[in-house]
């Protein structure tokens, strides 16, 4: 059977809904509190360089709550290392924000950045921190990854979401390919109810990363009712 598989909730569009008001309601470590309740293992929350959503504040009241593994998703910069290696958050993500460092579906371009992704990989490793990196499910870019220091990757699922053919096999290969070297793999971006089962199915995912699909269900079910209906999905696939 395999190993067992960990949802994280991303809780971002919860604070884009609040600062669209400008006031405090929704509150993103409120939401964090009810999705763990719901069975949600981790927290995941993106710290924009421009704050469009998640705001420095949120990011410590959710760190300092300590009620669950936070993984921080952010750029490669000098000021978000900083940041990190202050609030200790139990994984960071690093995710590309500017056009340069995408590649063609999306996914960090490792292999082009790796002069810069390095020095950051090993200082946010020193404090202590687990970094994984946003890739394309691309074998150049897993391998890339596991050469710079990084302990996990996040597969891209953007393109398989948006039903691009071969691209399930292509995510099935690249997490195989995380096992030889060495990589702890997971996965997100656009996964939904209806197309969540067969990447919790590849063996070696071991986290997935949802948040805009459960925001949107929560408006009709509530919260709770969507994190328990993905997770439920999630371990029957990975059962089946
Ligand atoms: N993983 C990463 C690295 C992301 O940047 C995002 C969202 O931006 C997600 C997962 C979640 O994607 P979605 O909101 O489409 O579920």
């Given at each position: ?63 300092a709550w300590n009620g669950a593994p936070v993984n921080l998703e952010m750029a ?78 996040e597969l891209h699922t953007g393109a398989y979401a948006n039903g691009k053919p ?53 408006l009709l079910t509530g919260l709770p009712a969507s994190v328990r209906e993905m ?10």
């Amino acid at each position: 059977m395999s190993e067992a598989i960990r949802l994280g909730v991303n809780i971002d569009h919860v604070a884009t809904l609040r600062n669209a008001r400008g006031g405090v309601h929704p509150d993103p470590l409120t939401v964090a509190k009810a999705a763990v309740a719901a069975g949600a293992d981790g927290i995941t929350i993106h710290l924009r360089e421009d704050r469009r959503h998640i705001r420095d504040d949120d990011a410590e009241r959710i760190r300092a709550w300590n009620g669950a593994p936070v993984n921080l998703e952010m750029a490669a910069t000098e000021e978000m290392a900083e940041i990190a290696c202050r609030l200790k958050p139990h994984a960071v993500c690093i995710v590309p924000e500017r056009r340069a460092e995408v590649t063609t579906e999306g996914g960090l371009d490792v292999v082009g950045h790796r002069a810069t992704l390095a020095p950051i990989i090993a200082r946010l490793n020193a404090a202590g921190i687990r970094v994984s990196l946003f890739i394309d499910p691309d074998p150049a870019q897993v391998r890339a990854s596991a050469e710079i220091g990084a302990a996990v990757v996040e597969l891209h699922t953007g393109a398989y979401a948006n039903g691009k053919p071969g691209e399930l096999e292509h995510l099935a290969a690249a997490a195989r390919l995380t096992e030889e070297v060495g990589l702890e793999c997971h996965a997100g971006h656009g996964l939904t109810y209806a197309n969540v089962g067969p990447i919790a199915a590849l063996p070696q995912v071991r986290e997935l990363n949802i948040g805009h699909y459960l925001i949107g269900e929560a408006l009709l079910t509530g919260l709770p009712a969507s994190v328990r209906e993905m997770r439920r999905l999630m371990l029957a696939a990975r059962n089946k």
